[in-house]
Every structure is written in C-alpha cells, then in structure tokens.
C-alpha cells in the first residue's frame, strides 16, 4: 500500500552508500532529528539493526535538521541509523470496494478481509469547498431518532456537534444514526477510542446493516498522535471521494476532542506555546481545518456528527467553545437524563440546529417551538414540583405542562434498535402538540 517493502529491503539498504540513503539519525527528545534534505509532510524510513522500518513524517525543520514523528511505536533507535527520504505524501484508498472494511491511518486492512483491491488513492490533504461553490442546506437530513428529527431537525450537509462526557451514549447514539439515517455512504472516524470499545461498536452499535455501507477508520488511544491525526485526515479524503461522485455522505468522527489532544502534543514537540488549558494555536486551526472540508460542495454533501468530550459538564472549557463556533449546531447529552434510563439522554432545551427552520417546514417549525415551551415551562418549576412546594392552579400553563411531560417523554425517548421515519416524526409530534393551547 506504500509503494515499498521496506523489510525486504533492510539489508540492502544498510548497505547502501550514505547518499543514497538520505540521511542519519542524529537524536531522539519527543521528536527525532536527522541530517535529511525534506520537505514537511515528506515520509522517511527509519532503518534499524534489527527488526522492521519505522515509518515516520517530517512535520518540521531547522537549519539542516529534519524533526520526525514516527507512525508507529519507535523503540531500539539509536544515533547514526539510517534514514530513507521516500518523498511522498499520504496518500489513502478510496471508492466503493471500502465500503465494510476497517482501515488504520495509512489506509492498511485492520479487518482481516484481505488486501484493499481496485481503491485508487488519494492525498490525504485536501482543499475545503470554496465558500461559494457551496450548496445551501435546503433538505432535512433523517435520524431515525425522534428528539432529533422532531426538534432538532439536521439538514443535507450540516455540520452537528455531539457534547457528552464519557458513558451517556454517544458511541450507542451515532451506531443508532448511521444504521438508520437516509445517508447513501458512512464514513467513520474513531480516533483516540479504547482498542476495547472498537469491536462493540462495529458489532453492537454499527452492526451487519450499517457496516455494509460504512467504511470505518481507526486509531485507538495508544498509537501515536501523528496517526491519529492523520487517521481523521484519511476519513475525511474518503468522505470528500464519496461526495466528489455525488453520493449523500454521513461522516462521523469519535472524537474531536481526541483530535485536538494529538495536534496538541504535535505542536508542544514543535515548540509552540500552550494557552488555554495547554492547547496550542494550531489545535484551533486544525479544528477549524476539519469541519471546513465537511459540508455541502458543487456536487454531493457531507453530512457531520463530531463528537466532543465535555470535561465534567462544561461546555465553555476550549474545545467546546471553539467547536461550538464552528459547526452548523449541537446536540447535548446530559449525563443526568441517562442516570434516568433515558435514551437517547439529549438535552433538548439546551440543544439547536441552526438551519432546522430551513429544512422544514412551517407547521413543523412551530410545533417544535411550542414543544420546547412545554419543556422550559415545566423545567422552571422542577424544583418547586419535587419539594412538594408548587401549588395546582397557581399557573394555567404550568399545570399544562405537567399533565403533558409523561406524553413529551414518551415521545423523546426511544429504545435502541427503534426507527422513526420523518412523516411518523412530524405527525406524532403534531399530535402531541395540539393538546397545548398556548
């Protein structure tokens, strides 16, 4: 898949005169130095005395020293090793002979299905959609899940952040999705997940059904940050194939946070200042970087859902806000509603789509709007209804809302496994709404 079996080659090129080689390694502090004449994003073997290359990248420079990050686990180096430029950037396969298949971030088979056969590759790195060649969101983008469809109406090519803290559903929530939406293609991004969680996912959450049009690209927790940054590049490259031929994308990426965490440690080697919680300012620019190339282009669109790790409960803590900023809208899954046996535990009244009023329609619209009435009014007078203290008849509208959150719950909660197509949606949500004269 990159062109060149380094293992059979390792005694050869040992041997081989230093200028062909390239260069050598000089040192090894977080990154690793070497006397290489190469550009940054240029790919480098490492060869050792013993055992297999290491595949590493250039991600700086100075002078005449070349900084590398390795992909992979870089123990037994030592001063003076070896290095071969092979000068090419990443490129990962592509088309619809990946469609159920696991790739890493290299576009190797994780799947044990064999080699990837009749996937024209593609440069990892591509341009995002030029503003006004984009399409505009103009068609609702289907779930399956009620609180989202109902409320939270998504559109063809929006960008939808997901804000949980770990174990309230969201792994279960975006399986729910993928298998259920009206998306021709899934791609999807698990960077930075337990190795543990990746099997349960493809089996339980994403399932047979979903897997068959998914392609899914995984770098768990212990790899290297350089591989679980380009793991989300690859993801993206493919998504961006998929659209290019005018197929209706859903992307997922688990998580963005795990994302940030890695460019992170990229630029903390590189030097950069930390700012906000130790975040450098390329953390943003990759973020920013990332939701761009999502979206609608001239043809075809990308469908978003990027999970984001909410560190205990806050929503203004760096990547949140920046996040927040720069997507089309956002969900929020509070770990209190699950704590209830509530799923999907969205928070409705602190989730917004914002393009729901452009994908739907009026009648839809205000209905929407009258269901998060119901919720803010009777989330004023939770506390007083659980001491006891609310007095009946104090309150014509509160007293509405009371007798109709059974009905509202039993609306916004869904077992897992349930579908809900858009017209049950709409006309269930109709009917719950007419019992609410205000």
Request: charged residues 20%; proline residues 6%.
């Amino acid at each position: 898949m990159l062109g060149l079996d380094l293992s059979a080659m390792n005694e050869s090129i040992t041997k081989t005169p230093l200028y062909r080689m390239g260069g050598r390694l000089r040192s090894v502090t977080g990154v690793m130095t070497c006397n290489i004449p190469a550009a940054v994003g240029d790919h480098c073997a490492i060869i050792p005395k013993q055992g297999d290359p290491v595949l590493a990248e250039v991600i700086g420079f100075e002078k005449d020293l070349a900084y590398l990050v390795p992909f992979d686990s870089a123990e037994n180096l030592q001063p003076g090793m070896p290095v071969i430029r092979k000068g090419s950037r990443l490129k990962v396969p592509t088309g619809n002979n990946l469609l159920g298949r696991v790739i890493d971030g290299l576009g190797r088979p994780l799947d044990e299905k064999g080699p990837l056969l009749g996937c024209p590759l593609r440069p990892v790195n591509g341009p995002a959609p030029a503003a006004l060649v984009r399409q505009r969101i103009r068609e609702p983008f289907v779930t399956g899940i009620r609180a989202i469809d109902s409320v939270l109406t998504c559109g063809l090519g929006q960008r939808v952040g997901i804000f949980a803290g770990s174990g309230v559903g969201k792994s279960t929530l975006l399986g729910e999705i993928a298998r259920g939406s009206n998306a021709d293609v899934n791609v999807i991004a698990l960077i930075g997940e337990r190795g543990r969680e990746v099997g349960p996912f493809l089996e339980d959450c994403l399932g047979p059904a979903g897997m068959a049009r998914s392609v899914v690209v995984v770098a768990t927790c212990e790899q290297t940050p350089l591989m679980r940054l380009r793991a989300s590049q690859a993801a993206i490259a493919i998504a961006d194939s998929f659209r290019e031929s005018g197929a209706n994308v859903l992307f997922m990426i688990d998580s963005l946070t795990r994302l940030a965490m890695a460019q992170r440690e990229l630029g903390l080697l590189l030097g950069e200042p930390p700012s906000a919680r130790g975040y450098t300012p390329s953390v943003f620019q990759v973020l920013a970087n990332t939701i761009e190339r999502l979206g609608n282009a001239a043809v075809g669109g990308i469908t978003a859902l990027l999970t984001v790790l909410v560190d205990g409960g806050d929503l203004d803590e760096p990547i949140s806000d920046a996040v927040r900023s720069l997507v089309d809208g956002h969900i929020v899954l509070d770990r209190k509603i699950a704590e209830r046996g509530f799923y999907p535990a969205i928070d409705v009244s602190r989730s917004v789509s914002r393009v729901a009023t452009d994908v739907v329609d009026r009648p839809h619209a205000l209905a929407a709007r009258k269901l998060r009435s119901i919720l803010a009014t009777h989330a004023e007078v939770q506390d007083l209804i659980r001491i006891g203290a609310y007095s009946r008849g104090s309150s014509p509208q509160v007293d509405k809302a009371i007798e109709l959150m059974p009905r509202v719950e039993k609306f916004l909660k869904q077992d897992v496994g349930e579908r809900s197509n858009f017209e049950q949606t709409r006309a269930a949500l109709s009917q719950l709404i007419s019992a609410w004269p205000f």
